[in-house]
């Protein structure tokens, strides 16, 4: 009889247990979401604020009035059209010429096979592992050398490369099946064929994926832009900001102002960020070799 | 004629594989080329200039940029002055913010992985929300903690309602170690801390912590990275078969126990990983502090990379700035080395432990087991 | 030691799938049964339910005298053997071993004791600082065993731990596990999907299809008096033949030979049933007056000791999925059924070496007729 209470009480204990564990998860869940959430609601809000409301109800989840005044400013603000325009023509630019240089060498590290190939591959290596902060003085030296200072060309040239790019896309090409290239080499097609019109389109995952990761990166680049431009008229949407928020234009705390120009150069990322979430959090998980 | 034959053999034939040299390297042309251009040649033009006195005009390899040695590395690290001052106290504030950023970091994103890796419902979106603010930019951020930290702001307006007054965080140079220090009342009057110097910084500053002002930029640190790592840690999780947690658990191992003796150990490739770019990644911060505060209050917020940004573009000491750059990457590189050293697999196989059986063990169903 | 009951045993997952129906299962304190059927059929399932990494959701499972139904699994008492071993590939063997004495908190020179008897059991004295990297898969296999064997428990799982092995360690190290199985006398339960293994090692053995248990009996019982179709086709290598039969005034009509029938099935003149010859029930016919099954040989297997003769006879075939399913796995089942044409059986007869039987000799197989099996073709049971 003793066994049975023993058992029974240990079966609703136990049931307890679990349920509480999962519980638990989820409470942990729920607050690390709020926290991380919370800001961009926020700030969201506020962008819908008038500057003084801003400033004395930071907390407050309505804005008394409602009011787009920071998005007027904004736009009545010329600069902020050319900032975006700027960053589109740099961020397309370097997108989609990543994206073929990256592929042509990823493929050719891949598949061709030729002397120097392993030299090349460790080379590629090698600069992975220099810091890109440490980069930025002998960058601007190299531009201005060039000539191509203050230049859309020394904006989008140095960015055209990145060795993690040429990374993905040899291990994508790595993985897919040489017969089909072969099989288009005993047809008698070209090299720059097979690889145009046949390997190419297979590798349209990791393509897409290198394509998100490019924009992302470009679009969201500051470091490279103050050391390659110093005109205004040159400036992205990172540098502009950026100078908004140092306070060059104006003055006091404008916060919608601030925050409005924030959440919307983070609206194109985000968008595609939403779109492509599964391939963007995978990509990143195999991005590193251990 | 024997050898004329051979001769004519010997000649190098192109074969099947002939063109794919040629392609080979046209494809790898463009990348080689802007690797080359642009971070290889620009990397030997900044050591040139690290040991010049270039002032900025014209070009560094010209008539205006002469040899000095290591006249500039001599004035940041051993020369007493306003360059080693500051060098100093980048460093330290930099150090201090890896010290802090890089556990936390990691903790945090395991923590998470660890969270969102049980099979539960809406764990997408969990996770999504956890990596998104990794994906908004270093600007965007910066403004928004900017915004957040404010001192009649959000985060003070809540631990207002929590009964604490915050500080004024972006406006702080106190350390906190100094902060903590008070409350026990030491201070920085006289004493050894105060008369020995370091780089320009006397002792007792070094141990001053990392200002309130940085504690603002580490905790924008973990909130951006920890999404990113979160995802390198559950590819490991995912990466331990279920049935040997379902071995630990018939064992009779708690969560707890399961965690430290069979999670941890088995993601400790990928712990390195996460701990190493997060070395690479805190000791180069820039953006945010370019952004957010430029180095103040009072230089606490002053980082090795800002300062070879500002000595060089703002005040046209190139050599110096270059040279910062330089002593950096020693810094980046000596710290990945240790962290390898560290954590390197004791893969040979150690003596052989002599299991002598004390005594016998009458009651064990074992002993009356033939081999 | 303890006895473990299965109390109309139901597992239901999410979308309604039911890999465990109305199970109802009693092993003896020390028996070692075996559980056994083709994929999905819910054997793991089941064993797994005993060790507590499934949920149940009807019914209990008793260990001992304790429901378990909600007892976390370390608190069961039970130790398993997982198919691909689950070792902890980060600890040494003795660590593996000694992790849960670890985890109870077992003194270090008790515990020490204890690993050095597990490994003299397992024969991995010499190994004992070594990782799973560096072991073989047979030594792996041990290492598994090793780390059940020395928690004593009450309860020893198998799940399919011989399937990773190749043949001849297999054959090897079924021995060495009824062996210590015997000697440490632990109520153990082993899945597979190998019926030879289960018959060879098996106090008692359950058969098991989607999720219904068929019979669990001794196996020379399964073997001789299947309670279905299924457990027929299953048991037994070659299978059973299984042929259709109409019963008749004076038997059961099969091709052109006429069996008698057992006393139950005289009343159902015209009823059609399964007939079941064991291969070792047909002979080659040497006069005598036994009921017989002519044809033509198709293949002849000369297995060292003795043949198997392919004979296509003039019979139909039962082709009911249980059969087929028996024969092979769930998948082959359908495309079988579409091979096989519905006039011409071919059965199996299993002749001593000496028999000369070549391909396309038209021979009369005798049958034994005190070991045939009828079952009922509506309900796939047997009639006796």
């Known amino acids: 009889m003793s066994a049975q209470v023993h058992t029974m009480r240990s079966d609703a204990s136990a049931t307890r247990r679990r349920l509480f564990g999962s519980a638990m998860t989820y409470s942990f869940l729920v607050a690390v979401a709020v926290v991380y959430i919370f800001p961009f609601v926020i700030s969201i809000i506020t962008s819908f604020k008038t500057e003084p409301d801003a400033t004395a109800n930071p907390l407050s989840v309505t804005p008394h009035p409602v009011t787009t005044t920071a998005f007027h400013q904004l736009s009545a603000d010329n600069d902020f059209f050319t900032w975006v325009k700027n960053s589109i023509i740099v961020t397309l630019s370097v997108t989609f010429l990543r994206v073929f240089l990256d592929s042509l060498a990823g493929y050719a590290l891949a598949r061709l096979r030729f002397r120097g190939r392993g030299a090349a591959f460790a080379t590629i290596v090698a600069v992975m592992a220099v810091p890109g902060v440490v980069l930025l003085i002998p960058k601007f030296l190299i531009i201005r050398q060039f000539g191509m200072y203050d230049t859309y060309y020394g904006m989008i040239v140095p960015l055209l490369v990145d060795a993690a790019g040429v990374f993905i896309m040899k291990n994508f090409f790595e993985s897919i099946p040489v017969s089909v290239e072969e099989s288009a080499r005993i047809d008698g097609a070209s090299l720059f064929r097979i690889y145009w019109s046949i390997v190419l389109p297979m590798a349209r995952p990791a393509l897409v994926t290198l394509f998100i990761l490019s924009f992302q990166g470009s679009w969201n680049e500051l470091a490279h832009f103050i050391i390659s431009a110093q005109s205004t008229s040159l400036n992205t949407l990172t540098k502009g900001v950026a100078q908004l928020a140092s306070g060059q234009l104006g003055s006091g705390n404008r916060y919608p102002l601030k925050l409005a120009a924030s959440m919307l150069m983070t609206i194109p990322v985000a968008v595609l960020f939403f779109i492509f979430q599964r391939r963007i959090m995978n990509a990143s998980e195999g991005a590193v070799k251990e | ?371 | 030691m303890a006895a473990i009951t299965f109390d109309d045993v139901t597992k239901t997952y999410g979308d309604g799938y039911r890999a465990v129906s109305d199970l109802n299962l009693d092993v003896k304190d020390g028996e070692f049964v075996v559980l056994v059927g083709p994929s999905g059929c819910g054997k793991t399932t089941a064993l797994r339910m005993i060790a507590g990494l499934e949920e149940i959701t009807g019914g209990q499972i008793r260990i001992g005298d304790r429901v378990v139904n909600n007892l976390p699994p370390g608190d069961r008492d039970v130790a398993m053997v997982f198919q691909n071993y689950a070792l902890y590939p980060h600890m040494t063997v003795a660590e593996n071993i000694g992790f849960a004495l670890r985890m109870r908190k077992v003194p270090k020179a008790e515990a020490r004791q204890r690993i050095q008897e597990t490994a003299r059991v397992i024969g991995l004295t010499d190994h004992l600082d070594r990782k799973p990297r560096q072991l073989s898969g047979g030594q792996r296999q041990r290492v598994a065993m090793g780390r059940a064997i020395v928690r004593e428990p009450q309860v020893f799982l198998m799940d399919e731990p011989l399937s990773n092995l190749d043949a001849k360690l297999r054959v090897q190290m079924r021995a060495e596990i009824a062996r210590i199985q015997r000697q440490l006398s632990v109520t153990t339960v082993y899945v597979t999907h190998d019926q030879v293994e289960a018959m060879t090692m098996g106090d008692r053995v359950a058969v098991m299809r989607k999720g219904v248990l068929q019979q669990f009996d001794a196996p020379q019982l399964l073997y001789e008096q299947p309670a279905n179709l299924f457990v027929a086709s299953f048991i037994g290598s070659p299978a059973m033949n299984m042929l259709e039969g109409t019963i008749e005034a004076d038997g059961c009509r099969v091709g052109s030979a006429v069996l008698p029938i057992p006393s139950a099935l005289t009343a159902f003149g015209g009823k059609h049933v399964a007939v079941g010859i064991r291969p070792e029930a047909l002979s080659l016919a040497a006069g005598g007056d036994r009921p017989r099954l002519s044809g033509r040989v198709q293949t002849v297997e000369a297995l060292g000791p003795e043949q198997l003769a392919h004979v296509e006879v003039e019979a139909r075939p039962v082709l009911a999925t249980e059969v087929l399913e028996g024969l092979v796995d769930a998948d082959d089942a359908h495309e079988l059924a579409e091979l096989v044409d519905e006039n011409r059986a071919t059965v199996v007869a299993r002749l001593e070496a000496s028999a000369t039987v070549r391909p396309d000799d038209q021979v009369e197989l005798a049958v034994d007729v005190r070991r045939l099996q009828f079952f009922d073709l509506d309900t796939g049971l047997a009639c006796r």
């Open chain 2, 1 to 371: 004629m024997a050898t004329h034959v051979a001769g004519l053999l010997r000649r190098r034939e192109p074969g099947i594989r002939g063109h794919e040299a040629a392609a080979g390297w046209l494809f790898l042309l463009p990348v080689i080329v802007i690797l080359g251009l642009f971070l290889l040649l620009p990397i030997a033009m900044a050591a040139w200039v690290s040991f010049s006195d270039w002032n900025g005009n014209g070009s560094p390899l010209g008539a205006h940029a002469h040899w000095v040695g290591l006249a500039n590395y001599r004035d940041l690290l051993t020369t007493p002055g306003l360059d080693q001052n500051n060098f100093g106290e980048a460093i330290r504030n930099n150090f201090y913010y890896v010290l802090l950023v890089v556990p936390i970091q990691t903790a945090v994103s395991l923590f998470l992985a660890v969270l969102v890796n049980r099979r539960l419902k809406f764990v997408g979106f969990f996770r999504t929300a956890f990596y998104f603010p990794s994906v908004t930019s270093s600007v965007a951020i910066t403004i928004l903690f900017l915004f957040l930290f404010s001192p009649s702001g959000v985060i003070n307006k809540l631990l207002s309602y929590l009964g604490a007054t915050g500080p004024s965080w972006m406006y702080d140079p106190d350390g906190i170690f100094h902060l903590v220090a008070q409350q026990f009342g030491a201070n920085a009057s006289g004493g050894h801390l105060a008369n020995h110097v370091f780089l320009g910084v006397t002792y007792w500053d070094w141990l001053a912590g990392p200002s309130v002002a940085m504690c603002v930029f580490i905790i924008m640190a973990v909130f951006t990275t920890s999404g990113t790592f979160m995802l390198l840690f559950l590819a490991g999780l995912q990466g331990i078969d279920e049935s040997v947690n379902e071995a630990a658990a018939l064992d009779g191992a708690s969560e707890w126990n399961k965690f430290r003796h069979i999670t941890v150990p088995m993601i400790r490739p990928t712990l390195f990983t996460v701990v190493t770019l997060g070395l690479i990644g805190t000791w180069q911060i820039f953006d945010q502090i370019y952004v957010g505060s430029k180095g103040s209050p009072l230089n606490t917020t002053l980082t090795p990379a800002y300062l070879s940004f500002d000595t060089s573009f703002n005040q046209n000491n190139w050599g110096a700035g270059a040279a910062i750059a330089f002593i950096l990457f020693g810094i980046i590189v000596f710290f990945t080395l240790v962290t390898r050293l560290l954590t390197r697999n004791p893969d040979k196989v150690p003596r052989r432990r002599r299991f002598e059986p004390t005594g016998p063990i009458a009651d064990s169903k074992l002993s009356k087991v033939e081999a």
